[in-house]
């Protein structure tokens, strides 16, 4: 897939909002992921994407979109890739997130608006403000004192 052009400045603000996510989805073991991608056990994958965003996201802002890959193999470090949904108000955002062993990444595929603007800084802006709003935010946090 070709990305869209401004999709960096996108992959920056959606992998600053899931770092806390990210943080929980590295509590789960390496096989369990490993098996529940491989016996397509998606369901499973689902909940724990669930389970992780439920803390830092309002319900349905972050879900697994169509499944993941497991990259195992004798020689070289593993990695899991997921897929997912960010889906603040008027956004859609498909991406996927790499774990591997020391390092966690994120490509945006896709951002779809409801309303796109016709300047794509303005998406852009929009963007990092839907997210903003579809968190939520944990008491005694910085953010939460200005809200």
Request: with cysteine; aromatic share 8%; hydrophobic share 45%.
């Amino acid at each position: 897939m070709n990305p869209q052009p401004h999709a960096s400045s996108r992959e920056v603000i959606v992998a600053t909002a899931i770092q806390p996510v990210v943080r929980e989805l590295r509590l789960v073991d390496i096989a369990d992921y490993i098996a529940f991608i491989r016996l397509e056990h998606f369901a499973c994958l689902a909940d724990l994407v669930d389970s992780a965003a439920e803390l830092y996201f309002m319900p349905g802002a972050l879900r697994l979109g169509l499944g993941g890959e497991a990259h195992v193999c004798w020689t070289g470090n593993p990695r899991i890739v997921l897929d997912l949904e960010l889906r603040p108000e008027g956004a859609v955002i498909y991406f996927q997130l790499s774990l591997t062993d020391s390092s966690a990444s994120v490509e945006v595929h896709y951002v779809s608006f409801e309303k796109p603007h016709a300047e794509p800084e303005k998406n852009t802006e929009y963007l990092a403000a839907a997210i903003q709003h579809a968190m939520i935010r944990q008491p005694g946090t910085p953010q939460a004192k200005a809200a």
